[in-house]
């Protein structure tokens, strides 16, 4: 029996792949104002592309959307989970100058996640900003925030530099704010906050194994292997 267990064992370790508990997608709102010089903007898609293979990490229930906001927010990408597809619309992304816009930001996550984002999928959106709202009231960017939290939405806040106080971001995210709202001050620092946005997602939608598709009929081959191992052990006389 015990190579029997052993075969099993090995047949689900080999012919499994990463998923999830529940479905992930994930909407990333990416500062591209004015206030971002060239080489900072470049460190923004850099982490924003960074962030996203970590979040993925193999599991293969995952989506990912992007949103460029100044002083309007543009869809660039709807949920999608071909990660190679999303890093050429990352590569292939300019600063847009302008002003700051967090209402819109949150208003063009809204009609994303309702236009790509998935039913039965737990839904995401990180801001990644540098500036101050300042494009209307401070007050309609809260009012924005909270109608993605009312829906269920995990709402994260990265201030990169600028002038943003921690405060503000608190104000915008999911509680307990200090697992949602993340200030920095250097490129290093900006990356260190990926394990811990990983971490807070996965508590929400844990990865899991399962049998990969390619390998189903060899496992299923495996299994049958291991009951005529288990039929042909002798039966042992009890001592």
């Excluded at 064992?9 to 010089?37: E, K, M, N, Y």
């Excluded at 949150?106 to 500036?131: E, P, Y």
């Excluded at 009312?150 to 503000?168: C, H, S």
């Excluded at 200030?183 to 260190?192: Q, T």
Aim: glycine letters at 8%; aromatic letters at 8%.
């Amino acid at each position: 029996m015990k190579y029997s267990i052993a075969a099993l064992v090995l047949c689900l370790s080999i012919f499994s792949t990463t998923a999830r508990a529940l479905p992930l997608d994930v909407t990333f709102l990416v500062d591209s104002s004015g206030s971002i010089t060239p080489e900072d903007y470049e460190t923004l898609t850099e982490y924003t592309r960074d962030l996203i293979g970590a979040i993925r990490d193999g599991n293969v229930d995952t989506t990912f959307a992007l949103v460029e906001f100044s002083t309007v927010a543009v869809i660039r990408q709807a949920h999608e989970q071909d990660i190679n597809a999303l890093n050429a619309v990352i590569d292939s992304s300019y600063q847009y100058g302008g002003q700051t816009n967090w209402t819109g930001a949150f208003d063009t996550a809204m009609n994303v996640i309702n236009g790509s984002g998935r039913v039965a999928a737990q839904q995401a959106a990180i801001l990644i900003t540098d500036g101050v709202h300042h494009v209307g009231s401070i007050f309609a960017a809260y009012e924005s925030a909270n109608e993605l939290l009312d829906e269920g939405v995990i709402l994260f806040g990265v201030g990169y530099y600028g002038n943003i106080a921690r405060n503000d971001l608190e104000d915008l995210v999911s509680s307990p704010s200090d697992n949602f709202a993340f200030h920095v001050d250097d490129a290093d620092s900006l990356v260190s906050t990926i394990p811990a946005i990983v971490g807070e997602l996965n508590a929400f939608a844990p990865p899991v194994n399962v049998p990969a598709p390619a390998g189903l009929f060899l496992l299923l081959a495996g299994l049958a292997l291991v009951s005529l191992v288990s039929l042909r052990e002798p039966l042992r006389r009890p001592s």
